[in-house]
């Protein structure tokens, strides 16, 4: 017996060995990468995170490795930069070095490096150089835009009124306002509340930022080529994106077959006016694939950023009537009842301009920001770190930061008020990003939060539909958004 138990014996000793090799490795790899928590074969350093509420997990880390430092997220080494700081140092200050894209993979097999969000080197420089253009021409940040939100802005009042005060959930009526944005600067057009098209891209956008969210994804980000081929919510997920792009190619070819050249109606048009001017250019990357994959982009980001901000933000009215009744007040001696808020109104408004910031650092939407990569064999303090190592710059770790917010736990509009009540401004209010990764919609994205939201309070009162005290404001999960429970609301019209 003792004879049959050697090789199992050996077997063991080496495999334990092995262990002691890889664990000792990994603990002493701060000659290149930054310092962190030692890994385990294979799994890395997954028994020291929390996949369910991975930002907090990080920033506790970051009390004992410091504001730069790295672990492994299953097979993948990651460097964490944790506090304003560090974030300003990388992606302002080594800006080119820290512009990559880092590995996600969920996202990256459903649009396999097309777009923006998810693209890297030329491609991403072309694509977003091209979309920024084409945008200003079409009126972001300009007047025209505004004016197009206002009008659907009006749309999303008859949508309330049709309710009759009765509880809703606002998820959808709240989605189909920026949602129709994105219409308007892709196809020119709009579409109606009730539309079976709307209502159906609208219903795939909110099932994907929840299985994108979810603890599956975050397990399948981890083993994406064993966990590809399982059945699970996955397989939904890219269902589901092949649906929406599969709409948005029959939105194309309707836009091929009434093109004018050079009389361009929408961004569709301009996009598909440049592929003809590169059709002899096998290198082009003005190609069906990449207009495609940005209408996506366009539609998830604008789309789902937005109607997760003005969701929130009335649960938020709704455990702070208080707060409420101040913006109702600052509405009426401002705008008043009988014309629309504008942008020009805000400078007048601090105390909603102050609400509508708190909202979007309280909310801390995207906590680990998206994942970014360095280009380049990089230096940065007095750390290694190799080409196309990923990076998680920790938006939350600046949202929630203790010294410039007093007690960022609670939701507190003083924070961006001076002791005169006057709007202030805070370098560490970074929802959107800072660096060359920023978000390219943050301009209407910032715009349609206000007018949407400050033309709601100009005609309703907010009313909840269970006790106050039922009502739970913090984050079930921290994926890839920080999710909040569903909830319903009464729209009460407010008498003239």
């Known amino acids: 017996m003792a004879l049959l138990g050697l090789p199992t014996f050996l077997v063991a000793c080496v495999a334990f060995l092995l262990f002691i090799f890889v664990w000792r490795r990994g603990g002493t790899r701060g000659r290149l990468l930054p310092p962190g928590p030692p890994p385990l074969p294979i799994i890395g350093n997954i028994l020291q995170v929390n996949l369910w509420d991975l930002p907090n997990s990080l920033s506790r880390l970051a009390e004992q490795y410091g504001s730069v430092y790295s672990l492994r997220l299953g ?10 700081q560090a974030l300003k140092e990388a992606l302002c200050g080594q800006a080119v070095n820290f512009e990559g894209r880092g590995k996600f993979p969920i996202m990256d097999n459903a649009l396999r490096g097309y777009g923006i969000v998810f693209s890297h080197g030329e491609r991403w420089k072309q694509m977003r150089r091209f979309t920024l253009m084409t945008l200003r021409n079409f009126g972001m940040g300009k007047r025209s835009i505004e004016d197009r939100i206002q009008e659907e802005a009006q749309h999303l009042m008859q949508a309330l009124s049709h309710t009759q005060a009765q509880p809703v959930d606002p998820t959808f009526i709240f ?5 129709n944005m994105i219409f308007s600067i892709l ?3 709009r579409l109606d509340y009730q539309d079976k098209e709307l209502q159906q891209l609208i219903m795939l956008l909110n099932e994907n930022i929840s299985i994108a969210s979810s603890f599956w994804t975050q397990l399948y980000n981890l083993w994406p080529s064993f966990i590809h081929y399982l059945p699970g919510r996955h397989q939904k997920f890219f269902k589901n994106i092949q649906n929406i792009k599969n709409f948005i190619l029959e939105k194309v070819a309707q836009h091929q077959e009434t093109l004018k050249p050079e009389q361009p109606r929408d961004y569709t048009d301009c996009f598909l006016d440049r592929m003809e ?10 190609n069906l694939e990449n207009l495609v994959a940005v209408g996506f982009n366009l539609f998830s980001a604008g789309t789902e950023t937005v109607t997760n901000t003005l ?4 649960l938020i009215l709704l455990k702070h009537p208080e707060v409420e ?6 509405i009426d001696r401002v705008v008043g009842r009988d014309r629309v808020p504008c942008m ?5 408004m601090p105390y909603t301009d102050a609400v509508v910031h708190e909202v979007q650092r309280y909310i801390n939407l995207i906590p680990s920001n998206l994942p970014h990569a360095v280009t380049q064999d990089t230096k940065f303090r007095q750390f290694y770190i190799p080409k196309g190592t990923t990076v998680f710059p920790l938006l939350s770790s600046v949202l929630y930061d203790s010294k410039e917010f007093t007690n960022p736990q609670r939701f507190d509009p003083n924070h961006f008020l001076d002791e005169n009540g006057s709007f202030q401004k805070s370098d560490f209010f970074v929802p959107f990003s800072i660096g060359k990764r920023a978000c390219l919609g943050e301009s209407l994205a910032r715009m349609e939060v206000f007018l949407f939201l400050t033309t709601t309070l100009q005609n309703f009162t907010l009313k909840p539909a269970v006790d106050q005290r039922e009502l739970n404001i913090d984050p079930m999960c921290n994926g890839l958004l920080s999710i909040r429970q569903s909830f319903k609301l009464c729209f009460l019209p407010r008498l003239k």
């Open 311 to 314: 969701r929130l933000a009335l």
């Open 75 to 84: 097979a993948h080494p990651v460097v964490v930069l944790h506090g304003y």
């Open 344 to 348: 020009n109104d805000r400078a007048q």
């Open 187 to 189: 196809f020119n057009e």
């Open 175 to 179: 989605a189909c306002a920026p949602c």
């Open 277 to 286: 001017e590169e059709k002899h250019n096998p290198y082009s990357e003005f």
């Open 325 to 330: 009744g101040k913006i109702h007040e600052e």
